[in-house]
């Protein structure tokens, strides 16, 4: 008996274990958490969500009943690139973007089971309420030279708003986010518009061109006006000094009149005044000056004889 009494601990752990096992699950932060009962219903009153507090942890069931566990955490996927036509009958290709998580265990488990069977759900969906929401609209609210023009945001809500709408209500999930990733044009649209935004550019040009050509005449004609305005005044101020040295030459030459001989060594002193004022050359014939010989020959003495 004693040889086997450890093997027969060992049984007895190993089925505490089991049995541990069979009626212990746990709650992580991040789950979701429903208990099914034999009959594969759910007990309503084994639903946890490990976010709320209290929820996580340990938890017990009966070793028939099943545990069910979704990741509540946010999941997202892309759209196919799909070419969708506009209200203005062009086409267009999109790739949306979705983000969703799991809102109601109960809901989803009794709708579509597991996450990949859900996302499935939320493509199909999406895609129809995708098609429909941008068939109200025209090319130029996804693509404008205009930023103003452009709808994307709007149509992002009024998508996400219709998804929502199904999977809240139908399948327990909840869209966090729906907006578009990428948007493009068939090989034969892109050149149309291609057309379309030149010519849109050219009016642009063209009205910039225009203004540019009236903002240059206007500053043309201003500044013609100014140099006739600075001209006139600049010769009126030159007439009026012109008259004034006039009447001050006529009263002068009317003084030089009274005694020419001296007005004219004056005017030979002034003369000298302004040309010796700086280095200069004066050359002086002797023959004409007797004061200037005797700068040339030096002083003589009388001879006795004389």
Same mark, same amino acid.
């Given at each position: ?15 505490? %274990? /089991?049995?541990?096992? &069979? ?11 429903? $208990?099914?009962? !034999? =009959? ?121 708003? %219709? /998804?929502?709408?199904? &999977? ?11 907006? $578009?990733?990428? !948007? =493009? ?122």
């Amino acid at each position: 008996m004693k040889k086997h009494m450890g093997l027969i601990v060992l049984a007895v752990l190993v089925v505490l %274990g /089991l049995l541990t096992y &069979m009626v212990s699950y746990r709650v992580e932060s991040t789950d979701l958490s429903l $208990v099914l009962t !034999l =009959g594969g219903k759910v007990d309503r009153s084994a639903v946890y969500d490990g976010r709320l507090p209290g929820q996580a942890g340990l938890k017990f069931k009966w070793p028939w009943m099943k545990h069910v566990h979704y990741d509540a955490r946010v999941f997202q996927f892309e759209d196919t690139l799909s070419e969708i036509q506009t209200r203005d009958e062009q086409n267009i290709l999109i790739t949306v973007f979705c983000q969703w998580q799991v809102a109601d265990a109960v809901r989803f488990y009794a709708k579509t089971k597991s996450i990949a069977s859900a996302e499935g759900n939320i493509r199909r969906t999406l895609r129809s309420i995708k098609g429909g929401v941008m068939g109200r609209y025209d090319m130029e609210d996804f693509i404008n030279t205009d930023p103003s023009r452009m709808k994307i945001t709007q149509i992002e809500e009024e998508i996400g708003d %219709g /998804l929502r709408e199904v &999977m809240d209500e139908t399948y327990g999930v909840r869209i966090v986010m729906v907006g $578009v990733k990428a !948007l =493009g044009l068939p090989e034969s649209v892109t050149e149309t518009v291609i057309e379309v935004m030149k010519e849109d550019r050219q009016e642009e040009i063209e009205m910039y061109d225009a203004d540019g050509k009236a903002m240059a005449e206007a500053i043309k004609s201003r500044a013609k006006s100014d140099s006739d305005t600075i001209l006139a005044f600049a010769l009126f101020t030159a007439e009026n000094i012109k008259t004034e040295g006039y009447g001050q030459a006529a009263r002068r030459y009317e003084q030089y009149g009274q005694d020419p001989e001296f007005a004219m060594f004056l005017r030979s002193l002034e003369s000298l005044r302004r040309e010796l004022a700086s280095q200069t050359v004066i050359l002086l014939d002797g023959s004409k000056i007797e004061a200037v010989k005797f700068f040339q020959k030096g002083p003589a003495v009388p001879s006795k004889g004389r």
